[in-house]
């Protein structure tokens, strides 16, 4: 029989992610969509007519519609993508915030402990967990040090899952993800505003692109490949937890540079510097360490940040043309 496999958060950057490649391996894809997720159809309209692709209604604050699907569908592997993932947000509305991403994993282990026992699952977590590290590398025993709503949830829920594999022996896995993105980021996200705004400026929709903070370092990856990590360890006998990332680090303006390059434009004459951008609370730089990943199950991402710049202009170009 097909493997059956659950994804919270389907709509999202890493979920649709995740769902392209698991339906194109033939496996049969549940994923679970909340009614404001509309908007987000387009992440998985190339799935929708797919024979081994089901949306689920249901709410991952809802306990009926969890505990519904986990008895209707027993899934192999769940991999829970559903979470407020933005640092700037969860200030603004913190409790829903704690809510979405800690408090539902307690809720959605708790469930899975009681309906589907043997099913393996998936929790990513954030490299914002040591927002206040001085560590110049860091690996799965540093300690967490956060600095933001979002980063204290992600910790909890990393104690919550630790909880649930030492002392219920569920199957959980999971991987502290470093910076990931992709062409289907929100422009709430510097990388995807970069990139939108040197199109737009290519095409002579705008003039300026502003930013705050550019000298900030960051170790930036492809989200394709991070979640493909994620399934490859859940293939794992034993369960345990990772850092994924690349252990590169570049600034935002580097990352700006090449993508008006990529454009023959000069970043010079389009970048502005607003200051009331800058953060005010500023996390440190945060490079991964993956080497227990390229030990373990010979995690080694193929996709550069400057082959990830050229993958998000040229479909924000397609859009851009295309509208």
Not at 31 to 52: A, M, P, V
Not at 160 to 169: D, R
Not at 222 to 231: F, N, P, Q, S, W
Not at 237 to 252: A, L, M, N, S
Request: proline share 3%.
């Amino acid at each position: 029989m097909r493997k059956k496999i659950l994804i919270l958060g389907v709509t999202g950057q890493d979920g649709s992610l995740l769902a392209d490649y698991l339906v194109n391996r033939k496996f049969l894809v549940y994923g679970f969509i909340r009614k404001s997720s509309n908007r987000n159809y387009q992440n998985i309209e190339n799935l929708i007519n797919k024979k081994n692709f089901k949306l689920i209604q249901g709410d991952i604050l809802d306990f009926i519609s969890i505990e519904n699907v986990l008895r209707k569908i027993k899934p192999d592997e769940i991999y829970n993508f559903a979470d407020q993932d933005h640092v700037r947000w969860s200030s603004e509305i913190p409790y829903y915030s704690f809510d979405v991403t800690a408090k539902s994993v307690f809720n959605l282990l708790n469930l899975i402990k009681i309906h589907s026992p043997k099913s393996k699952y998936f929790q990513p977590f954030s490299s914002n967990m040591f927002g206040n590290t001085n560590k110049n590398s860091l690996s799965e025993t540093d300690l967490f040090t956060p600095l933001s709503v979002y980063a204290i949830s992600k910790v909890s829920a990393f104690y919550i899952c630790e909880y649930f594999k030492k002392v219920h022996n569920l199957k959980i896995f999971g991987a502290i993800f470093f910076n990931h993105e992709s062409e289907r980021r929100t422009d709430e996200y510097v990388s995807r505003k970069i990139t939108k705004s040197v199109v737009k400026i290519f095409l002579k929709k705008q003039k300026y692109l502003f930013l705050g903070d550019t000298k900030a370092k960051i170790d930036w990856g492809y989200a394709k490949d991070y979640v493909i990590a994620a399934h490859k360890m859940m293939q794992l006998k034993k369960p345990d937890f990772f850092i994924i990332g690349t252990g590169k680090v570049h600034t935002i303006e580097y990352f700006v540079r090449k993508s008006f390059e990529y454009l023959g434009l000069n970043y010079r004459k389009h970048l502005k510097i607003n200051k009331k951008l800058i953060r005010k609370v500023k996390t440190q730089t945060l490079r991964a360490n993956p080497a227990k990943a390229k030990r373990i199950f010979k995690f080694n991402p193929p996709t550069s940040l400057d082959q990830l710049i050229k993958i998000m202009i040229e479909n924000d170009l397609k859009i851009e043309t295309d509208n």
